[in-house]
């Protein structure tokens, strides 16, 4: 058994390690749904649950923090202090019968809440950490990066046809624009980055290569004092 959310809790082994996709519901320019950042938290911790003695599967947390996108329909977004909270209340409660919580996160909007969080409940002694889905060279946000995961994991799902160029400029570069004035203001598309040239072969890879990485992670158990699972 690699998922929880159907089982009784006789059959629960003692004292699992637990992996919560965390994710969010926010635009994803014209081609990607808006469940997007969950959909590819799931995927990555599904990929690399089997992979760890005793681990379990957990219903994905499905809204995070996304003021930044709230320029655009369909965006929800719970903001980060009560996000913060639900983290922490979530880990105090699954700590009392899991041995060790990793949150696998798909969207870089709710790092200030795995960072508060991930640090209080470490401070009251829960083995608990984060991992952020992020492959090295990604663009930021429904550009190739996402766009050829979702097509490897719900290719039904991206509307191909639509998928349009948004700003291009490195995230690290646009950040004070986006805390400052939304997503909105910096691409009118809603898409940081270049969805061309995307696939589900490229897609394949980079899930591949997440899952490993994460189940390493697990392994080695390297914590930094935010949380942040390092590997």
Same mark, same amino acid.
């Given at each position: 058994?690699?998922?929880?959310?159907?089982?009784?809790?006789?059959?629960?082994?003692?004292?699992?390690?637990?992996?919560?996709?965390?994710?969010? /519901?926010?635009?994803? *320019?014209?081609?990607?749904?808006?469940?997007?950042?969950?959909?590819?938290?799931?995927?990555?911790?599904?990929?690399?649950?089997?992979?760890?003695?005793?681990?379990?599967?957990?219903?994905?947390?499905?809204?995070?923090?996304?003021?930044?996108?709230?320029?655009?329909?369909?965006?929800?977004?719970?903001?980060?202090?009560?996000?913060?909270?639900?983290?922490?209340?979530?880990?105090?409660?699954?700590?009392?019968?899991?041995?060790?919580?990793?949150?696998?996160?798909?969207?870089?909007?709710?790092?200030?809440?795995?960072?508060?969080?991930?640090?209080?409940?470490? *401070?009251?002694?829960?083995?608990?950490?984060?991992?952020?889905?992020? !492959?090295?060279?990604?663009?930021?946000?429904?550009?190739?990066?996402?766009?050829?995961?979702?097509?490897?994991?719900?290719?039904?799902?991206?509307?191909?046809?639509?998928?349009?160029?948004?700003?291009?400029?490195?995230?690290?570069?646009?950040? !004070?624009?986006?805390?400052?004035?939304? /997503?909105?203001?910096?691409? !009118?598309?809603?898409?940081?980055?270049?969805?061309?040239?995307?696939?589900?072969?490229?897609?394949?890879?980079?899930?591949?290569?997440?899952?490993?990485?994460?189940?390493?992670?697990?392994?080695?158990?390297?914590?930094?004092?935010?949380?942040?699972?390092?590997?």
């Amino acid at each position: 058994m690699t998922t929880f959310a159907g089982a009784t809790w006789p059959e629960l082994p003692e004292r699992p390690l637990l992996l919560v996709p965390l994710g969010a /519901v926010e635009q994803h *320019g014209h081609h990607l749904p808006l469940a997007t950042d969950t959909t590819v938290a799931c995927a990555v911790a599904e990929a690399a649950v089997d992979a760890l003695d005793g681990a379990l599967l957990a219903p994905a947390l499905a809204y995070g923090a996304s003021g930044e996108h709230e320029g655009f329909p369909g965006t929800v977004s719970l903001g980060t202090p009560a996000l913060t909270g639900l983290l922490v209340e979530y880990g105090r409660s699954a700590c009392r019968w899991a041995g060790r919580l990793v949150l696998v996160n798909g969207h870089g909007g709710n790092l200030d809440a795995l960072r508060e969080a991930g640090a209080r409940l470490r *401070g009251e002694g829960r083995d608990v950490a984060w991992f952020p889905c992020a !492959p090295a060279g990604a663009d930021a946000h429904a550009g190739r990066t996402e766009t050829s995961v979702m097509l490897h994991v719900e290719p039904d799902a991206v509307r191909a046809d639509r998928a349009v160029a948004g700003d291009t400029t490195p995230v690290a570069e646009l950040l !004070p624009r986006l805390r400052a004035e939304g /997503v909105r203001a910096v691409s !009118p598309t809603g898409v940081l980055g270049d969805p061309a040239g995307a696939s589900a072969q490229e897609g394949a890879a980079l899930l591949e290569g997440l899952a490993g990485r994460l189940a390493a992670a697990v392994r080695g158990w390297d914590v930094d004092p935010s949380g942040r699972l390092r590997g």
